[in-house]
Structures are given as C-alpha cells and as structure tokens.
C-alpha cells in the first residue's frame, strides 16, 4: 500500500470515532490528576505512588495525547499513549486489580483508529487478505 493514498471518507471518520475515545478518556484523566480531586489523591494512595507524581504524570498524560492528536506527529503519539497505557496496565496488575482491561481497550481503540485514519500506518502494518 502507497503511503499517499488516500483515506475513503468511511474509514477516516470510523478512525476519528475510535480515536476520540481514548483521547476523551486520556485528556479527562490528565485533567483529574492535575485538579487533584480526593478521589484521585486516594487512587494515587492505593496504587502506592507518591503524591508529588501527580501534576507530572497528568502533565505526561495530556502531552502524550496531544502528541497522538496532531496528525504529523500520531504515530509517535500512538507508541506514547501506549507507554503510557502500559505503565497503567502494570500498576493494577500489581495491586490486583482486574480493571488493567480498561487501559489495554484504550490502547487497542488508539492504534485502531489510527491504522483506520492514517495510511503510513497501514504502509508500514500491511494485513495480508
């Protein structure tokens, strides 16, 4: 596949829709650390991270994003997003919890969406019919 082809219309805006639910939930989540709600000074307590973490991990979290959000820059936003959604993973994974499913579906809807919309991608990812 030519990496200058073209996106149908149908697959860009399938891209977009299943990229803004990660963005949405990444942004939000960024947003929340830097607010500092109790909810989430609690969450940082239970997953045993120190507070003073807080402003720097949602400062990451929301470049990481906007990383992912401009189009010349999605794919190296994509490997962030993922990172970042890795280190997530582990952290529930260590504590026990079963809530990890939720980071691994953000990461799958992000790179989805961004295979969907973005045809370098799908150049350097080719699936075989």
């Not at 940082?44 to 990451?60: K, N, Q, S």
Request: hydrophobic share 50%.
């Amino acid at each position: 596949m030519n990496p200058e082809t073209p996106v149908s219309r149908k697959m860009l805006w399938s891209g977009r829709v299943m990229s803004a639910v990660p963005v949405l939930m990444l942004l939000m989540s960024g947003v929340m650390k830097l607010m500092r709600p109790q909810p989430v000074v609690d969450g940082f307590v239970h997953y045993g991270f120190p507070l003073g973490l807080i402003a720097g991990l949602g400062v990451l979290e929301i470049l990481c994003t906007v990383v992912y959000l401009i189009p010349r820059t999605s794919i190296l936003g994509a490997i962030l997003v993922t990172g970042y959604l890795g280190g997530a993973t582990v952290t529930t994974l260590r504590v026990g919890e079963s809530s990890y499913v939720m980071a691994v579906i953000l990461g799958i809807l992000a790179w989805g969406g961004l295979y969907l919309r973005e045809p370098r991608l799908r150049a350097l990812i080719p699936f075989r019919s």
